[in-house]
């Protein structure tokens, strides 16, 4: 199977900027595999995990309106990977921000999600 490996959480004064990054790796050398759509999610303390911004395979963007035109998502899909670049930071974007692989399909096994194990993005006022 596969594993989302996350990185670039950390602590930033408001105003700055962060780079998330997250590669879908095989757990065993040679294994082949698709995605389908990627996605950031984040959870803050007390609150539910929400979306942030999404991608298709074709390179199509969504975000929730609270970062829009501050977040920007891609997608490398060759290295199956996906960033999250975000800048004019907010102490409300403090939460752990979790990658999403939906539809892994790793034949013959059906296509399956897979999440990130989240990574600690700290705002401070």
């Known amino acids: 199977q596969v594993q989302l490996v996350e990185s670039g959480g950390g602590l930033v004064q408001a105003g700055g900027s962060l780079r998330l990054s997250c590669i879908v790796k095989p757990k065993e050398r040679l294994t082949l595999f698709t995605v389908d759509d990627m996605a950031w999610y984040r959870q803050a303390p007390g609150k539910q995990r929400e979306v942030v911004a999404s991608?298709?395979?074709?390179?199509?963007?969504n975000y929730t309106e609270a970062v829009k035109g501050r977040f920007t998502i891609t997608r490398d899909s060759a290295m199956s990977a996906v960033y999250l670049e975000m800048n004019s930071l907010k102490p409300e974007d403090t939460a752990v921000y979790y990658c999403?692989?939906?539809?892994?399909?790793?034949?013959?096994?059906?296509?399956?999600?897979?999440w990130g194990q989240g990574t600690q993005v700290t705002v401070s006022s």
């Open positions: 999403k692989a939906e539809s892994v399909y790793i034949p013959p096994l059906r296509p399956t999600d897979y």
């Open positions: 991608i298709t395979v074709l390179g199509a963007s």
